[in-house]
């Protein structure tokens, strides 16, 4: 089982930006996914993008393409979540998931996916 602490959510105004991190720690990443969803109230858990470890090719939904860009850290075990230009309707709270599978065409694009979740962390922008 992988932990998964992620921070750097805040309150920022439409056309700003946000870099979030997630921390991971428990065991070695070799081999999982490692993924981003949000969740707005009333919504389903919203798939974000997604990354290898720890070769680093991702995957981000169209929603969020040329916006925001997963990265990762490997040192520092961590995978981050560069967001610009962000818009009222990116607001939710953001979650960190992993998953340990092969690596195949068929990303892991659903929240059913992935085993391992972090609390959370609350991205509001305001218009």
């Known amino acids: 089982q992988v932990q998964l602490v992620e921070s750097g959510g805040g309150l920022v105004q439409a056309g700003g930006s946000l870099r979030l991190s997630c921390a991971a720690s428990g065991r070695s990443l070799v081999g999982y996914y490692l993924g981003w969803f949000r969740q707005s109230p009333g919504k389903e858990r919203e798939f974000v993008a997604a990354?290898?470890?720890?070769?680093?090719?991702?995957n981000h939904a169209d929603s969020v393409k040329g916006r925001f860009t997963m990265s990762r850290d490997i040192a520092k075990n961590m995978v981050y979540l560069e967001m610009i230009s962000l818009k009222p309707e990116d607001t939710a709270v953001y979650y960190c998931?992993?998953?340990?599978?092969?690596?195949?065409?068929?990303?892991?694009?659903?929240?059913?996916?992935?085993?391992?979740w972090g609390q959370g962390t609350q991205v509001t922008v305001s218009s």
């Open positions: 990354l290898r470890w720890p070769g680093g090719l991702t």
């Open positions: 998931a992993a998953i340990l599978r092969a690596f195949t065409s068929n990303w892991p694009i659903s929240e059913y996916d992935y085993d391992d």
